[in-house]
């Protein structure tokens, strides 16, 4: 029988879900795609990229016309078919006035660490040109291939690692040094993600993640991918995986900064925690899994001797 006490944390838990999804979709509707502020006088492509009166003009264009190229699809769109939305720009500017409100929605949780798990590196899953530390908490990319044995599980040619534990049901937090690190990827992934050949980080093929490209792109995995507007520059990530809202959110943990989150992700089979160092070989750029009881300290890798 249903208590009244798991009855009113049922609609605690939704109306906080709702609130999360809806401040969340405010928010990614009304940031322009291509300078990720909010839209100021918002036009539309044929294709539906939205975008900024001033930034059509940084969009490219046709080698040999004067349509505009989208920077997410193939379509080419004429002068003629780009259209002003002004009732987006009011609601934009709506947005705007509720911008602190959405800030203390999506701020991040104290109560989140709550479910803070211990979460290591899966060596068995780790592409054989990633170094794992003996504590199986850091992940870098090494310059020679580790001899390690084939497994079926090992991802083959992308620079990926996987986390222990996985996750069936529940909530669970854990925090992720990213450091000064230029390109990397973190998140979930459904534990039956294709690991062989190249990886598409894509929510429609179960991976769900937050990450950095050439040093000054942040994006999430959504397609076609969502474009990030964070600062201050994130050096250690909260990710909270609720399995039963099936929702992971993302959290600057310098200020408890809302990065992103994924709403609607599956949950009908196991999901793993996801690591990807995809930067130069430097000794110091390694992703960290921060250690539950002192979030936020991280010590000096110590990786095993892999004769480099
Ligand atoms: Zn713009
Ligand atoms: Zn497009």
Redesign the pocket.
Known sequence: MLSLHFLILVITNSRQYMQTAMAEHFKEASR?L??L?Y??EPMHLICGYV??L??LNSLQKEPHGEGFLCPLCPVVSQKSDIRANPQLGELVSKVKELEPQLRVILQMNRRMKKFQVDVTLDVDTANNHLIISDDLRNVRRGRFKQNREEHAERFSHALCVLGSPRFTSGRHYWEVDVGTNKEWDVGVCRESVNRQGKILLSSELGFWTVGLINNQLYTASTTPFTGLWVSPRLRQMGIFLDMDMGTVSFYNISDGSHVFTFTKISTMEPLRPFFSPVDDMNDQSFLSICPVMNPGIVSPPNYPGQGE
Request: charged letters at 0%; hydrophobic letters at 10%; aromatic letters at 0%.
């Open positions: 322009c291509t300078c502020s839209l100021n975008c900024c001033q930034c």
